[in-house]
């Protein structure tokens, strides 16, 4: 059976992640900003996965399991703030929140 | 194994390219689901099938859809669109996407160093995770479900609408 390099599933990691940073910079909406960071969380976690099973031990799918916890707990709090602030600016624009008082 | 997982890594890659640069959130989410399940294809060619599991069903399935019902309950009309057109120029984008570019390239240039060949022939079963879960790091569940639970309370709370009139019928 062919095997794969684990250069190459780290090289995916980076890929993706790099693509969500880059969704992270270049949107201005909150909600794309949310789901760009919810990729990068993602491929940390394809990187952990990579890297546990190069060795064949079950701690990379431990530390996968405690980055979907992070992400399940960040993106419901996330996303109730930008209810919130749909609420009170009307808009999704990240740069509304120009002020520590709205 | 070898060409399915190269298949699914070009998908994934794909699929959060498109999924970054669409104007409508609808359309980034299905495009970000598609890359999720290819990334759950990615954990099951490299011999962890309960990770791919766990892809599918809490992050393509859970988190996806509670990014859906946000979606929703913003009831975004067409003027958004339009927003976003304006806001998704090759001006705005272009300067932060090459400085992507030039990160990625070094972190390819990192990770070129021969670490070795990930053999399916021996996955790791989701029995060996959950002695791992449940022995080693059993203090690591115990803050994940604390943390949960905070993520619960915090979003409750923010969640809530504020004023009076509303605050009777709770």
Redesign the interface.
């Known amino acids: ?12 990691s ?10 992270v ?5 909150i ?2 900003i ?3 960071i ?2 990068m969380l ?1 491929a940390a ?2 990187a952990f ?2 890297s ?3 060795w ?7 530390m ?3 980055i ?10 996330g ?6 602030m ?2 009170h600016f009307r808009t ?2 990240a740069d509304a929140l120009n002020q520590m008082r709205g | 194994m070898n060409v399915v997982f190269y298949i699914s890594a070009a998908v994934a890659v794909v699929a959060t390219l498109l999924a970054i640069t669409r104007r409508n959130a609808v359309h980034a989410l299905l495009y970000l689901i598609v890359s999720l399940l290819s990334v759950a294809m990615v954990f099951y060619t490299l011999g962890a099938p309960f990770a791919a599991a766990l892809e599918v069903i809490i992050y393509a399935g859970a988190i996806m859809v509670l990014f859906l019902f946000a979606i929703m309950m913003l009831n975004l009309g067409p003027q958004t669109r339009e927003q976003e057109s304006q806001w998704l120029r090759p001006e705005t984008w272009g300067g932060p996407a090459a400085l992507a570019a030039i990160l990625l390239a070094e972190l390819i240039y990192a990770l070129v160093r021969g670490g070795g060949p990930i053999s399916p022939a021996n996955p790791v079963s989701p029995q060996e995770v959950g002695f791992a879960l449940f022995g080693r790091y059993v203090v690591v569940v115990e803050m994940a479900s604390i943390l949960l639970l905070a993520g619960l309370v915090g979003a409750y709370h923010l969640g809530r609408r504020a004023g009076p009139e509303e605050e009777e019928g709770g």
């Not at chain 1, 996303?79 to 919130?84: I, K």
């Open positions: 059976m062919a095997t794969v390099p684990v250069d190459h599933a780290l090289i995916l980076a890929i993706l992640f790099t693509v969500g940073l880059t969704g910079l270049v949107r201005r909406s909600l794309f949310l789901l760009s919810e990729i993602n976690g394809l996965v990579a546990g099973a190069r064949g031990q079950p701690d990379g799918q431990v996968f399991m405690v979907l916890a992070v992400a399940a707990a960040e993106v419901s709090v996303l109730t703030f930008v209810l919130q749909f609420r999704l624009d």
